[in-house]
């Protein structure tokens, strides 16, 4: 079975400092890993898509990927009390279904 | 303004009875997908419909079905056969099935027994 791994928090963070939400997966050909964020009693919303190994920044988000160890992080500098969420880590296997962690919960504390 | 529209929001369904969940997109995106949310599960994908007319069960199909009569369009009918059918439904689509692309979310429904 394909799995999908993250830390079920919650995540604690001072407002201002940097958050780092890890994941982790089996599927060693896993091909796309996206991150959504879900705030409580909401749908998951896209915040970032990564494909090849390194970094990818859009703002304040930064998703890292690194296929040789199986783990893609998002970090989230500056954090905001408005980034207090739960975020979805999906991994696209070679088999083309997405699989789903279940989610790390983050409190950015002002 | 493109993007996905579930209605309704709130739906409560009686012992015995089939109830339809709605999902349009006008964002042209070939595939479609249902899933379930449950408090404390992943995401766990009911069906999913890669082209017009063509649809492929999930892992929890059992007790649900669906169709794809339009690419607009991909409505869920929860039957009476699914014992426990009180979770959150999220509707979401992407470009391509057979392609790396995001999916994206509709605001989901969320379903309670009478």
């Known amino acids: 079975q394909k799995e999908v791994e993250q830390n079920s928090g919650p995540l604690s963070v001072p407002e201002g400092a940097i958050a780092s939400l890890n994941c982790t997966y089996s599927?060693?050909?896993?091909?796309?890993f996206f991150w959504y964020r879900q705030y409580s009693g909401k749908s998951p919303e896209l915040i970032m898509f990564?494909?090849s190994n390194g970094d990818k920044e859009d703002g304040r988000f930064t998703a890292q990927l690194n296929k040789a160890s199986q783990y893609v992080s998002l970090l989230i500098r500056d954090s905001q009390p408005s980034d207090s969420a739960t975020y979805l880590c999906?991994?696209?296997?070679?088999?083309?279904?997405?699989?789903w962690g279940l989610g790390t919960s983050l409190a950015v504390n002002p | 303004d493109g993007g996905i529209t579930q209605s309704p929001k709130y739906l409560f369904r009686k012992e015995g009875q089939n109830v339809t969940l709605s999902c349009e997109q006008n964002?042209?995106?070939?595939?479609m997908y249902w899933y379930r949310q449950d408090p404390g599960q992943g995401l766990r994908l009911i069906y999913y419909?890669?082209?017009?007319?063509?649809?492929q069960k999930g892992d929890i199909a059992e007790g649900y079905s669906v169709s794809r009569e339009k690419k607009e369009s991909f409505p869920l009918t929860v039957t009476s056969a699914q014992k426990n059918p009180t979770a959150f439904y999220l509707c979401?689509?992407?470009?391509?099935?057979?392609?790396?692309?995001?999916?994206?979310f509709g605001d989901g429904t969320r379903l309670s027994i009478l």
């Open positions: 979401a689509s992407s470009s391509s099935g057979d392609s790396n692309q995001p999916q994206h």
């Open positions: 964002l042209n995106h070939d595939a």
């Open positions: 419909s890669q082209i017009v007319n063509d649809f």
């Open positions: 599927d060693r050909g896993s091909q796309s």
């Open positions: 990564i494909y």
């Open positions: 999906a991994v696209r296997g070679n088999n083309r279904k997405l699989i």
